[in-house]
């Protein structure tokens, strides 16, 4: 995995593509320093990435822009939810926590004043996105992880979809 990232450093220069395709493949073979600093210089050096933004401390499963295009919240296998400010790449306050297991779907409502999360805990949230705080009770009812979520175009309906073959609204 080390000999992987050496070879891509020596790419950075003259192909960026193939930088990163062994930079991901040699943190994935083993992940360490040396592989995670082959693959943060690969992303560091393409031309189409305007941020990274650092939080979550593993995999991120959901990402959406607010209505504005100013923040983006997301959601993570940490169990956390976060916003963060488009402009600066920054995370915003701390992060939004209440549910046990992955977050696997986040959703900003149309009028940007309410962020929806669902997850492995079979629940739905439904969080205030100015306070940053949960409102009510979580939403209960699936019988297995949420995967996807929406808010209705009037903001006032959430719709949740789940392993376990159903909707619910």
């Not at 983006?72 to 963060?84: C, E, L, N, Q």
């Not at 997850?119 to 949420?146: E, K, Y």
């Amino acid at each position: 995995a080390n000999q992987i990232a050496v070879v891509s450093q020596n790419y950075l220069e003259e192909k960026l593509d193939l930088a990163l395709l062994l930079g991901v493949q040699a943190s994935r073979q083993d992940e360490n320093f040396q592989t995670n600093n082959a693959l943060l210089l690969a992303i560091q050096k393409s031309p189409n990435i305007l941020q990274i933004m650092f939080g979550h401390s593993n995999w991120v499963f959901s990402v959406v822009f607010s209505p504005d295009g100013e923040r983006i919240a997301s959601g993570g296998d940490d169990g956390t939810i976060r916003v963060w400010d488009v402009s600066s790449g920054k995370q915003i306050g701390e992060p939004l926590i209440g549910h046990r297991g992955y977050v696997r779907s986040v959703a900003f409502s149309p009028d940007g004043k309410q962020i929806a999360s669902g997850g492995d805990d079979n629940t739905v949230r439904l969080w205030d996105a100015s306070s940053r705080q949960q409102i009510g009770a979580p939403l209960t009812g699936h019988s297995n992880s949420i995967r996807t979520i929406a808010f209705s175009p009037n903001s006032l309906l959430v719709v949740s979809g789940s392993s376990d073959e159903n909707l619910r609204l």
